[in-house]
C-alpha cells in the first residue's frame, strides 16, 4: 500500500474508535463511563552506557518515555483504546540515535520522537471471538517473529487487522499487518502487505502445539520479505517439588513478495528449564541458519530477548548465527520498607556460525530487579559481549525507573 493510504487508513480508524467512544458517553451515564474506563499513564526513565570497539568515545544517553492514553469501558461489545508516545533525551546527546548523524559516538536507538502509538477499536461479540482494526501493539507467543520490541524507548507498534477466536482445546489468530511503524521513529517505518496466522492446540499442560505462518512483504525491506512456516511445541509438568518446562520449533524461510532472491533456510530452536520454590535454570539452544549467502531474519521480532542483551545481532549473518546459552534466575524473598519483588538474573551465550564452522563471541547477561512501590519498579542490567574481527565487542549498562499508573 502507498504510504498515503497507509495514512488514511488510520485515519479512518482513529475516526471510528473516537466515534465508538462518543456514542458510548452518549448511551451511559457520565459516572458510569468513568467507572468503565481508565487512565494510561506509563513513566520510564533510562540510563544507558555504551563502550563498544572501535569507537574511541562512549555513548551515553538519559531518556524518558511517555505513555498517556485513555481506555473506554465496553459499549456494545466495543471497546476503543487511543494512546501517545513521547521520547526526550535529557541532557547532552552523546549518542548514535541512527537519525541524528552523531556516528562518531556507539549506537542508542532512542531518538526524541512525538507519535500516536495506539488507536485501536476491539470489537468482542462472544467471550471466545474478538476482531482489533487500528494503530496496535502485537505480542505472538514468545515474540519471536513478531513483537513490540519494549525495550527501546520508541516502541514498535502495527497498523492492522486481527481477529483471534478459540473452541474447546483449538485457538487461532490471523492480522493483516498494514503498516509498520517500527523503531527509532517514523524515518524507519515500513509500508506492508503481510500477513500473519497462528494456530495453538492445547493437549494437556505438558503438551500444547502450534503452527504459524507468517508472509512478510515490506516495500522498504525487499530483502526482509519473507514466508516463514513451521510448528512448536511445549508443556510443562511437575516431578516433586520440581516444575520442568520444554519447547521446541523448527520453521523454513523462503522469499516472498518483492524478494526476487530464490533461497531456503531453515530456523529451528530448543529449550529445557527447571524451577524449584525461588530458583530456575533454562538451557537454549537456538539456530538462525543459513544458505551460504543469507540467514534467516525475523525483521519485526523484540530480539533484545533473544541472542543477548548487547544486541550484537540485531541482523543475522550472511552464514547464520547458532546460539547455546544458559541462565539462572533466582527471586529472594526479601522485603524491606522500599525494596521488595527482588529477581537476579545471569545468562551466558556462546555463540558460532550456522552454515560451516567459526566463532561469532560470547556474552554475559545480569540484571537485578526489585519494587520500590506497587507501581514503581528499579532496575539495573549490564551486557558484556567479546566479538570476533567480524562482530565488535561492546559492553553496555543500564539504570532504569518504571512507573506504570
Not at 542508542?108 to 501493539?137: C, F, H, M
Not at 524515518?187 to 493437549?203: E, I, P, Q
Amino acid at each position: 500500500m502507498t504510504r498515503g493510504y497507509s495514512r488514511v487508513w488510520a485515519g479512518c480508524a482513529s475516526a471510528v474508535i473516537l466515534g465508538a467512544a462518543g456514542a458510548a458517553h452518549a448511551q451511559t451515564t457520565i459516572s458510569d463511563a468513568i467507572a468503565g474506563g481508565k487512565l494510561i499513564l506509563e513513566e520510564r526513565l533510562r540510563y544507558e552506557g555504551v563502550d563498544q570497539a572501535p569507537f574511541a568515545r562512549d555513548a551515553q544517553a538519559l531518556t524518558l518515555r511517555t505513555h498517556l492514553g485513555w481506555e473506554t469501558g465496553t459499549w456494545q461489545s466495543l471497546k476503543a483504546a487511543v494512546e501517545f508516545e513521547d521520547v526526550r533525551h535529557i541532557g547532552a546527546v552523546h549518542y548514535n540515535t541512527t537519525l541524528n548523524g552523531r556516528t562518531l559516538y556507539p549506537t542508542i536507538a532512542d531518538p526524541d520522537v512525538t507519535e500516536l502509538d495506539r488507536a485501536q477499536l476491539t470489537w468482542t461479540p462472544i467471550q471466545q471471538v474478538s476482531a482489533t482494526v487500528g494503530r496496535q501493539r502485537i505480542n505472538l507467543d514468545d515474540q519471536r517473529f513478531i513483537g513490540t520490541v519494549n525495550w527501546r524507548q520508541d516502541d514498535q507498534t502495527i497498523d492492522a487487522g486481527r481477529i483471534d477466536g478459540g473452541w474447546g482445546k483449538f485457538k487461532a489468530t490471523y492480522i493483516y499487518l498494514d503498516r509498520i511503524n517500527r523503531t527509532p521513529a517514523q524515518g524507519a517505518d515500513w509500508n506492508s502487505d503481510s500477513h500473519a496466522f497462528a494456530g495453538y492446540y492445547t493437549l494437556s499442560d505438558a503438551l500444547k502445539a502450534e503452527a504459524f505462518l507468517y508472509a512478510f512483504n515490506f516495500r522498504q525491506a525487499p530483502a526482509l520479505s519473507t514466508e516463514t512456516v513451521g510448528g512448536k511445541i511445549s508443556g510443562q509438568a511437575w516431578l516433586s517439588l520440581y516444575q520442568v518446562s520444554y519447547a521446541a520449533a523448527y520453521a523454513d524461510q523462503r522469499n516472498y513478495g518483492v524478494n526476487n532472491a530464490h533461497y531456503h533456510v531453515p530456523y529451528w530452536t530448543a529449550e529445557l528449564a527447571g524451577t524449584y520454590d525461588i530458583f530456575q535454570a533454562k538451557l537454549n539452544y537456538e539456530s538462525l541458519g543459513s544458505d551460504g549467502a543469507r540467514g534467516f531474519s525475523t525483521p519485526l521480532a523484540t530480539l533484545h530477548i533473544f541472542q543477548g542483551w548487547a544486541d550484537a545481532f540485531t541482523t543475522t549473518p550472511a552464514k547464520g548465527v547458532d546460539d547455546l546459552n544458559f541462565s539462572a534466575t533466582i527471586s529472594p524473598r526479601w522485603k524491606w520498607d522500599y525494596l521488595y519483588n527482588f529477581s537476579f538474573f545471569v545468562r551466558h551465550h556462546d555463540f558460532s556460525v550456522a552454515k560451516g564452522s567459526g566463532s561469532l563471541g560470547h556474552e554475559w547477561d545480569a540484571s537485578a530487579q526489585a519494587n520500590i512501590t506497587p507501581k514503581l519498579v528499579a532496575l539495573i542490567k549490564w551486557a558484556d559481549f567479546e566479538g570476533v574481527p567480524t562482530v565488535a565487542s561492546r559492553r553496555k549498562l543500564w539504570f532504569q525507573l518504571d512507573y506504570n499508573f
